[in-house]
């Protein structure tokens, strides 16, 4: 069964950092782009990073880069979002999703982490 | 890439067909998928590459379109079907969402 869950959420201060983690089982985590995907509160989804098999290629929504870091270990099974330099409208449900082999659609979601940002 | 979806919001009842719209702001292709999301749970990939249901989904369910003009249809909605939908581009890079659509049912 494919599983994907994140952690890392909470509170934190404006300027503050965080780091999501998702850890997935169930299928070969090496063979897939991964992404995070976000949605803030009463807002529709924002997909905010994506990251390809070997780490050879990374992307950013613009309203993050620079301030986020998408990474993976693929040895671990694991999934990364750095978070620094938090603002009041990064605050949201971050979802890490796999992305399907040939389709390129995002065929397994976690159940989303909530990173809140308030003084 | 702007992702026009329509309506924004759909209110049909129990057997209605149910249409939504999705439009790319260029060519993509047919990298499109759409995604329905319930409060609480996790986005459901329905629709990939335009057409191709995802296994699991309910037939009910169809894409169809190219290029830039793609459409989602719900031939009977059904009561579980309540819900918001996206669709989502994945020719170009970053990857960009349409605003969605919620559909509630009468």
């Known amino acids: 069964e494919v599983q994907l869950v994140e952690s890392g959420g909470g509170l934190v201060q404006p300027g503050g950092s965080v780091r999501l983690s998702c850890a997935v089982s169930?299928?070969?985590?090496?063979?897939?782009?991964m992404s995070w995907v976000r949605q803030a509160p009463g807002k529709g989804l924002e997909w905010v990073a994506n990251?390809?098999?070997?780490?050879?290629?990374?992307d950013y929504v613009d309203s993050v880069k620079g301030r986020f870091t998408i990474s993976r270990d693929n040895a671990k099974n694991s999934l990364f979002l750095q978070m620094n330099n938090l603002r009041a409208e990064d605050t949201a449900v971050y979802y890490c999703?796999?992305?399907?082999?040939?389709?390129?659609?995002?065929?397994?979601w976690g159940q989303g982490t909530l990173v809140t940002v308030s003084s | 890439i702007q992702m026009t979806q329509s309506p924004s919001f759909v209110s049909a009842s129990v057997g209605d067909r149910v249409t939504i719209t999705c439009r790319a702001s260029h060519n993509i292709n047919n990298w499109l998928a759409w995604y329905q999301h319930k409060p609480g749970k996790a986005p459901q990939l329905l629709i990939s590459a335009a057409y191709i249901l995802q296994s699991g989904v309910p037939s009910r369910f169809s894409g169809s379109g190219s290029g830039t003009d793609f459409t989602l249809t719900i031939s009977s909605l059904q009561p579980e079907d309540s819900a918001t939908y996206y669709c989502?581009?994945?020719?170009?890079?970053?990857?960009?969402f349409g605003g969605g659509t919620k559909v509630e049912i009468k």
């Open positions: 169930g299928f070969t985590f090496s063979n897939h782009w």
């Open positions: 989502q581009q994945a020719n170009y890079s970053p990857d960009t």
């Open positions: 999703a796999r992305t399907a082999e040939n389709t390129r659609g995002l065929d397994y």
């Open positions: 990251i390809n098999q070997r780490t050879t290629s990374r």
